[in-house]
């Protein structure tokens, strides 16, 4: 029994991943509903950039990414990631390189980190013309809302709390899809204080 | 060897982990993360967990023993540990974690030694039942038989 009331309380806790901006109530969940007629899984071959310093994180994350599909790069710090979306091409080509391996369709970072948080990796990304364009998404184990506000405000398109489940990595399927169809970008979530459980 | 015995040995201390709290929701992420492509997944992340632990266990004993504790450096090992353990669902252990980094935040040195031989119990507890769980893994694999379901 204890078990059951614990799991049920890591649930709500979870249940509060997303971060809530007044201006939009968009149903995450029924904007995402049609899945892509191509693709097999949810990632349909899009490279995701996954950014952590903890091992265990990076392993986890970048098996979960494969399981929906995804092809994985992951990188241990800001810096790693830096060097990577660096091979991608000078500012000519941007990220539009003829080599599809390396065009990183999305990244995936964690907030704390040494040397450069994800926060600071966002920003510096943002600044590269042929990078802005790629979605970022933050995760951390902190819930602290005025970094959660912060990261949305810059430019992140969702800020994960982890530990991070496979619904979550299910989700980001949506930010990629925005570059190609804009209409439909998401901007915020409600944050759902009820215990209503994940698929 | 019966197979079947130790597959219900599997269930019985599965359960019990879960019931004791030493796991969590996340543990079933990950082995619903294993398949045929990944058949060892859960022993791989855990083995990369435990060398992770371990490091960052030997680095709090250090910083904890300089003459002037950096609070801030403890604090940040204890988060990484606290992080990793959630991540696999180490319930207790990441627990654990939180009144430790009151302590540092509150510069509280005899807190924090009682946190971290807290923090070392715990591992140890889920180091030897995860252990054991695996190695009743391998017998049943060996046996010819497979993982239930749960």
Known sequence: MAGDLDSMATEMEKSRSHFFSPLFHLDMASSCSGSHPNAEGDGGGLHVLAVDDSVVDRRFLEKMLKQSEYKVTTAENGLRALEYLGLLGGAEEGNNCNDSDLKINLIITDYCMPGMTGYE????????????????????????????????EDGAKEFMLKPIRQADVK??????????????????WKISVDSKSET | MDVGKLQRQWVDLTSALFREGFLDGQFTQLQQLQDENNPDFVVEVVTLFFDDSERLLNDLCNALNHQLVDFKKVDAFVHQLKGSSASIGAHRLTNVCIPFRGCCEQRNLEGCL?????????????????QGLFGLERQIVAGGGSLPMM
């Open chain 1, 121 to 152: 990796l966002m920003k510096k990304i943002k600044e590269i013309s042929h990078l802005k364009e790629i979605p970022v998404v933050i995760m951390s184990s902190e819930n602290i809302p005025t970094r959660i506000e912060k990261c949305l």
């Open chain 1, 171 to 188: 989700r980001l399927k949506c930010h990629v899809q925005s570059l190609k169809h804009p209409n439909h970008g998401m901007l915020s």
């Open chain 2, 114 to 130: 009682r946190c971290f031989q807290q923090v070392k119990q715990e591992y140890s507890l889920l180091k030897n039942k995860l």
